[in-house]
């Protein structure tokens, strides 16, 4: 994982105040594109969006 080797301190974890960003998709996005467009989950700096 590039966060452990290059150690920011503030990012390559899901937790309030870090600059972590994920977005969570039902279904694999390379099995097929539409999968893109079904998103269960949106984080954005550590917090989940509602």
């Known amino acids: 994982m590039p966060a452990r ?7 390559g974890r899901i937790a309030p105040g870090l600059r972590a960003g994920l977005l969570l998709v039902d279904g694999g996005p390379l099995d097929a594109v539409s999968h893109t467009l079904d998103i269960s989950a949106i984080w954005r700096r550590g917090v989940r969006q509602s």
């Open 5 to 11: 080797r290059f150690r920011p301190g503030d990012r």
